[in-house]
Structures are given as C-alpha cells and as structure tokens.
C-alpha cells in the first residue's frame, strides 16, 4: 500500500512540475520587424505571445503584391546580412519532417500558413501556432530569421515549397 502511495504521489509531483513548467512559459513574447530585402518595400512587424498550449502569431506585411499569397517561414538563422535574406539559411526544423503545410500533417517547425494579401498589398493575420515555443527546449524561436516569400508556398517541393526570393527579412528578438 505505501509503495502505491509513494508512486501515486510521485506522479503527481511530476504532473505539477509539468504545469508549472508550461506556466512558466506562457506569457514569454518575440517580435520581429521585417525589413524589405534589397530591391523590395516589402515591410511590417510580427509578434509571437507563448500562450498555454501554442503561440499566438499576429501581425501585419505591407508593400505585397495586391491579392496574391505570399511564402511566409521561420528559417535557421538570425541574420539577414545578406541583402537577399539568403543568409537566414533554411527552414527553422529541429524535428527533422518534411516541409508541409503548417497545422496538417508533418510539416517543419518554421512552417508558417501563407499571408493572403489584399487589394492594397496588406497582410493582416493571426493564428496560433502548435508549432513553435518561445523560450522553449526544441522549438525556441528567438534568435531565429522570419521571411516573407514572393510565391505562394506549394507545400510540397522539398526542402522549401518553391516560394520564389525572399522579399523582407527579420530577426525574431525576445520582448517583454
């Protein structure tokens, strides 16, 4: 009978250690500013809010092409030095899948769902991502690239959805 005890309470210390741990995460926030690549106006700013069970992504893209559909993906590194946003390397995928759509199936971290522009060149968009952490163990984010593609992304070209250049760059920074 102790021994069931001692485990039963074994079990529930853990499961408070869990809580906590995803408590102590929620909250955490990233922002990145997305400058235009050279020869682009691509621009706009993007924040990342660590919620219990995903991270909200919300933000705004300005300087797209009026109703098109636009690549949009967390890459490997913080540097766009470049000027082409090349320096970013590739997708942000530290669970090794294959490239997908973002939510459906196998997909890499840095998978993202495609900005929809509108008759004036403007994404708006929101969406919580199961995806991706900030300030988490695999899937941490911050200090990560973000980039806005010229194509729409085809989900199914390996490694990169065949999203054509890369249009405006940024550094996903931590906030508070």
């Known amino acids: ?33 997305l400058e235009p690549t050279r020869g682009n ?23 797209l092409k009026p109703d098109s559909e ?22 942000f995928n530290p669970t090794a899948k294959p490239h997908g759509p973002h939510g459906a199936g ?12 509108d008759k004036y060149g403007v994404a708006a968009f ?10 988490g163990p695999t899937t941490d984010i911050v200090g990560k690239g973000l980039i806005v593609h010229r194509d729409p992304d085809d989900y199914k070209t390996q490694p990169t959805g065949n999203a054509g250049p890369r249009l405006a760059c940024a550094v996903i920074t931590a906030s508070k």
């Open 1 to 33: 009978m102790k021994k069931i005890r001692f485990a039963f309470a074994l079990s529930s210390l853990a499961a408070v250690a869990l809580v906590g741990c995803a408590s102590h995460l929620s909250g955490n926030r990233a922002t990145a500013k």
């Open 41 to 63: 106006t691509t621009s706009g700013t993007v924040t990342f809010v660590q919620t219990g069970d995903g991270v909200q992504v919300s933000g705004e893209v300005r300087g």
């Open 126 to 135: 929101s969406f919580v991502s199961r995806s991706v952490s900030v300030a």
């Open 70 to 91: 636009h690549g949009f993906h967390i890459h490997e590194k913080g540097d766009c030095s470049s000027g082409d946003g090349m320096s970013t390397g590739g997708h």
């Open 106 to 117: 196998e997909h890499h971290t840095g998978d993202l769902p495609s900005l929809k522009a």
